[in-house]
């Protein structure tokens, strides 16, 4: 973190009033969260984490990662792999910024190169609070944010100096599949502007673009390995094949299976084709 923790207290501050009228992801939902859950993610103004841990799964750079689990999300993926944390909000602690603190710390104690928030971006302030008092107390691993690719520049900035590396899915290049499949409007230009604070704060070597293959083209690889072009070719895009129709993608003729290796292969052509020089396959 570039920040003092002196300047991370007063960034945590400011981020805290905008729960007052959220803007705090692309949905703009500008509603008061302080009473309670309200807007698209219905989420109040607590902190609820499903879990922590040193983990061994991330990409290689980023190994060992210390994992911290968000409850909630931003998004409403149909086929979300999380829904049990993510959106049915199941076995959920509540987390003070005191004992976030202590959790970090302990991560850094035991072994983990990085604070790696998963789908943390509707919490930002609570965590921002929790991370000013970790580096009260020395903490000063880098932050890792780990979020949909949704996300509002208006948050984005108010991670400036705080977050190392950004770790953002591309999720669609199609709005009308984003919409269906993740309750999410003009996804595409939210993406490209979310990116391109991203590369702006970190630069394209501190980013890491993930982008999880959907059955049937659904998620128009092309365009969306496009549209991140357009931003950086130089940034990191891992093309992820594990998908799997859980959750509600039963409902979704299209996403109702597994992909093929065809479909994780026209993937990666795409990103080729597109110019990106820095392409991983499972992250590899
Ligand atoms: S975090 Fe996003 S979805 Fe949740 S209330 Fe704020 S703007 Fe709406």
Not at 46 to 73: D, K, M, N, Q, T
Not at 87 to 94: I, Q, V
Not at 202 to 223: D, F, Q, T
Request: hydrophobic residues 45%.
């Amino acid at each position: 973190m570039k920040l003092s923790p002196r300047e991370i207290h007063a960034r945590a501050a400011e981020a805290r009033a905008h729960y007052a009228r959220c803007d705090l992801c692309a949905h703009l939902c500008r509603v008061d969260r302080t009473n309670g859950p309200a807007g698209a993610c219905q989420e109040g103004d607590g902190l609820f984490l499903a879990g922590a841990g040193v983990h061994f799964g991330e990409e290689p750079r980023l190994v060992p990662s210390g994992l911290i689990l968000v409850g909630g999300c931003n998004l409403a993926c149909e086929s979300c792999e999380t829904y049990e944390f993510s959106l049915e909000r199941r076995g959920l602690r509540k987390t003070s910024p005191a004992e976030l603190a202590s959790l970090l710390i302990d991560l850094a104690a035991k072994g983990a190169k990085n604070a790696n928030f998963v789908t943390p971006t509707h919490v930002l302030p609570a965590i921002l609070e929790g991370l000013a008092i970790a580096a009260d107390h020395g903490f000063s691993l880098p932050v890792v944010w780990n979020c949909g690719g949704y996300e509002s520049v208006e948050a984005l900035r108010l991670l400036e100096g705080i977050v190392s590396i950004y770790l953002p899915d591309a999720k669609y290049g199609d709005d009308a599949a984003a919409f269906e499949l993740s309750g999410c409007k003009s996804y595409t230009a939210a993406l490209r502007e979310s990116l391109a604070e991203m590369v702006r704060q970190v630069g394209a070597e501190n980013m890491i673009v993930r982008h999880l293959v959907l059955p049937g083209g659904v998620a128009s690889p092309e365009k969306v390995m496009r549209l991140i072009a357009e931003v950086s070719r130089e940034v990191v895009v891992n093309v992820m094949s594990q998908y799997r129709p859980v959750y509600r993608a039963a409902r979704f003729p299209v996403i109702a299976r597994g992909v093929d290796r065809d479909e994780v292969d026209a993937a990666v052509a795409a990103a080729n084709d597109a110019g990106l020089r820095n392409v991983l396959v499972d992250g590899i």
